[in-house]
C-alpha cells in the first residue's frame, strides 16, 4: 500500500489528511483583531476578544454582543470545501443560531442581503472570482464583512477597504483544508457570540481526530477495504435532511476531486417523491452501484422507517450497500467522526484506482479557458 501511495501521491497528501487536527489546534488558536463597522465594513482595529484550546472558555450567551444585535441573516460566500464549511457550521449550530443562515456559492450576493447583513466571505486561495463577485456585490449592499483566506486578491481588498481578514492555516490544497476553514468560522462565530464554544468538546473532537489519523494510515484499515470493495462502481450517497446531508456532499465532492470518478447524492426524505422510482429498472443497463447511508441516531423516526424500507428493496436488487454512522457522544463529535472517515475512502479511492488524488487538470483547465 505505502509504495503505491508513494508512487501516486508525490506531494504528500497522505500526511496531510493524516495530521488533518493540526488544521483544527491552528484554527482554535488563530488569534485577529475584530470589529464590524458601520455600513459595510469591518475594521481590524479593535479586539472582540480571543481564545485558545489552553484556555477555559466554555461560551458566552449567543446573540448579545452589541457589534451583533442588529444583524437579521448570515450569509456564507464560497464554493467547494469554503461553501462545505458553511453547510456543516448550519448542522453544527442548528439549535443554537438565532438568525437565518444562507450559504451562497454564487457570483453576487442574494437580493435580501442589506446593510442589516453579515457576509462572511470565504476563499482559501482568495482568487475564486465568484467569491471576489460576491465581495464587491455586499460591500454595494452595505452589508458587514469579513473575509477569511490564506491571501490572494481577497485579503488584498480587505487590506484596502478596512475589512478583517480571519487568516486560514497555508499550505494546502483547498479541499483538503476543510478543517482550518470550518473551524476558523466557528471561531469567528464564538468571537461573535453567535455561537458558544465548548473547548472540552473541541478538545475531544482534535484527540479523535489524532487517533483516527494513525487508525486510517495503517495498512488493511477499514477504508482502504471499502475503497477496494468499491473499485469500478459507481458511489450513490443518501443522507438524511437537516442531520447528515452537509456530509453527503462533502463525500460527493471528495469522490469527485480525489477519487476522479462520479458520485451522485440526495437525501431522505424527498427521495422517496421522486428517484426511489428509478431503482425499479436497476440491472437493466448492467449498472454496479454502491449505496452509502450516512446515518445517525437524531434520525427522525419515520425517516429511519424509510431508510429501512429502501434496504429491503437494495437487497432486493443484491446492491452493494454501506451504513455509515458513528458512535460518539455527541452530534458534533459525530460529524467530524464520519466526515474524516468518508474523506480517507476517497483518497484511497483514488489509489486503488492508480490515480494521483490531488490532481484536478479537468478544473484548471475550465479556469483558464473561461479567464
Given at each position: 500500500?505505502?509504495d503505491?501511495?508513494?508512487?501516486l501521491d508525490p506531494t504528500g497528501?497522505?500526511?496531510?489528511?493524516?495530521?488533518?487536527?493540526?488544521?483544527?489546534?491552528d484554527?482554535?488558536?488563530?488569534?485577529f483583531d475584530?470589529?464590524l463597522?458601520?455600513?459595510?465594513?469591518?475594521?481590524?482595529?479593535?479586539?472582540?476578544g480571543?481564545?485558545?484550546l489552553g484556555?477555559?472558555?466554555?461560551?458566552?450567551d449567543?446573540?448579545?454582543n452589541?457589534?451583533?444585535a442588529?444583524?437579521?441573516n448570515?450569509?456564507?460566500?464560497?464554493?467547494?470545501?469554503s461553501?462545505i464549511?458553511?453547510?456543516?457550521?448550519?448542522?453544527?449550530?442548528?439549535?443554537?443560531?438565532?438568525?437565518?443562515?444562507y450559504?451562497?456559492?454564487?457570483y453576487?450576493?442574494p437580493?435580501?442581503?442589506?446593510?442589516?447583513?453579515?457576509v462572511?466571505?470565504?476563499?482559501y486561495s482568495?482568487?475564486t472570482?465568484?467569491t471576489l463577485?460576491a465581495y464587491?456585490a455586499?460591500?454595494?449592499?452595505?452589508?458587514?464583512?469579513?473575509?477569511?483566506t490564506?491571501?490572494?486578491?481577497?485579503k488584498?481588498?480587505?487590506?484596502?477597504?478596512?475589512v478583517?481578514?480571519?487568516?486560514?492555516?497555508p499550505?494546502?490544497?483547498p479541499r483538503?483544508?476543510?478543517?482550518?476553514s470550518f473551524?476558523?468560522?466557528?471561531?469567528l462565530?464564538s468571537?461573535?457570540e453567535l455561537?458558544?464554544?465548548?473547548?472540552e468538546?473541541?478538545?475531544?473532537i482534535?484527540a479523535?481526530?489524532r487517533s483516527l489519523?494513525?487508525?486510517y494510515?495503517?495498512?488493511?484499515?477499514r477504508?482502504?477495504?471499502i475503497?477496494?470493495e468499491?473499485n469500478?462502481?459507481?458511489?450513490?450517497?443518501y443522507?438524511?435532511v437537516?442531520?447528515?446531508?452537509s456530509?453527503g456532499t462533502?463525500f460527493?465532492g471528495?469522490?469527485?476531486?480525489?477519487?476522479?470518478?462520479h458520485?451522485?447524492h440526495?437525501v431522505?426524505p424527498?427521495m422517496?417523491?421522486?428517484?426511489?422510482?428509478g431503482?425499479e429498472t436497476y440491472g437493466s443497463?448492467?449498472?454496479?452501484?454502491?449505496?452509502?447511508?450516512?446515518?445517525d441516531e437524531t434520525i427522525?423516526?419515520?425517516?429511519k422507517?424509510?431508510f429501512?424500507?429502501?434496504?429491503?428493496i437494495?437487497?432486493?436488487?443484491?446492491?452493494s450497500?454501506?451504513?455509515?454512522?458513528?458512535?460518539?457522544p455527541?452530534?458534533?463529535?459525530?460529524?467530524?467522526?464520519?466526515i474524516?472517515?468518508?474523506d480517507?475512502?476517497?483518497?484511497?479511492r483514488?489509489?486503488?484506482?492508480?490515480k494521483?488524488?490531488v490532481?484536478?487538470?479537468?478544473i484548471?483547465l475550465l479556469?483558464k479557458?473561461?479567464?
Amino acid at each position: 500500500m505505502f509504495d503505491k501511495i508513494k508512487k501516486l501521491d508525490p506531494t504528500g497528501q497522505f500526511e496531510v489528511l493524516k495530521k488533518s487536527a493540526d488544521q483544527v489546534e491552528d484554527a482554535l488558536n488563530n488569534h485577529f483583531d475584530l470589529r464590524l463597522g458601520d455600513g459595510g465594513g469591518v475594521s481590524s482595529a479593535g479586539r472582540l476578544g480571543s481564545s485558545s484550546l489552553g484556555e477555559a472558555d466554555n461560551g458566552t450567551d449567543t446573540g448579545k454582543n452589541s457589534e451583533t444585535a442588529g444583524i437579521k441573516n448570515i450569509v456564507i460566500c464560497g464554493l467547494g470545501g469554503s461553501a462545505i464549511a458553511g453547510d456543516i457550521l448550519a448542522l453544527w449550530g442548528k439549535e443554537e443560531l438565532k438568525v437565518p443562515l444562507y450559504i451562497n456559492r454564487n457570483y453576487g450576493v442574494p437580493n435580501f442581503v442589506s446593510s442589516d447583513s453579515l457576509v462572511v466571505l470565504s476563499s482559501y486561495s482568495g482568487t475564486t472570482e465568484e467569491t471576489l463577485s460576491a465581495y464587491h456585490a455586499a460591500g454595494e449592499r452595505g452589508a458587514k464583512r469579513i473575509c477569511l483566506t490564506t491571501g490572494g486578491t481577497l485579503k488584498e481588498l480587505a487590506g484596502r477597504d478596512g475589512v478583517t481578514v480571519v487568516p486560514l492555516m497555508p499550505g494546502f490544497q483547498p479541499r483538503y483544508a476543510l478543517y482550518t476553514s470550518f473551524f476558523n468560522i466557528l471561531n469567528l462565530f464564538s468571537k461573535l457570540e453567535l455561537l458558544k464554544r465548548d473547548d472540552e468538546l473541541l478538545r475531544r473532537i482534535v484527540a479523535n481526530l489524532r487517533s483516527l489519523g494513525e487508525k486510517y494510515s495503517q495498512p488493511g484499515n477499514r477504508a482502504y477495504q471499502i475503497a477496494q470493495e468499491i473499485n469500478g462502481k459507481l458511489p450513490i450517497i443518501y443522507s438524511a435532511v437537516g442531520v447528515t446531508d452537509s456530509i453527503g456532499t462533502r463525500f460527493k465532492g471528495q469522490f469527485n476531486e480525489n477519487g476522479k470518478t462520479h458520485a451522485f447524492h440526495n437525501v431522505f426524505p424527498e427521495m422517496n417523491h421522486n428517484e426511489i422510482i428509478g431503482w425499479e429498472t436497476y440491472g437493466s443497463m448492467n449498472e454496479n452501484w454502491a449505496v452509502f447511508e450516512l446515518l445517525d441516531e437524531t434520525i427522525h423516526p419515520q425517516v429511519k422507517k424509510r431508510f429501512d424500507v429502501f434496504n429491503e428493496i437494495l437487497a432486493e436488487k443484491n446492491v452493494s450497500l454501506y451504513k455509515i454512522s458513528s458512535s460518539l457522544p455527541t452530534y458534533q463529535e459525530r460529524l467530524f467522526d464520519m466526515i474524516y472517515f468518508l474523506d480517507w475512502i476517497t483518497y484511497y479511492r483514488a489509489i486503488v484506482w492508480d490515480k494521483d488524488p490531488v490532481e484536478i487538470d479537468y478544473i484548471h483547465l475550465l479556469k483558464k479557458r473561461i479567464s
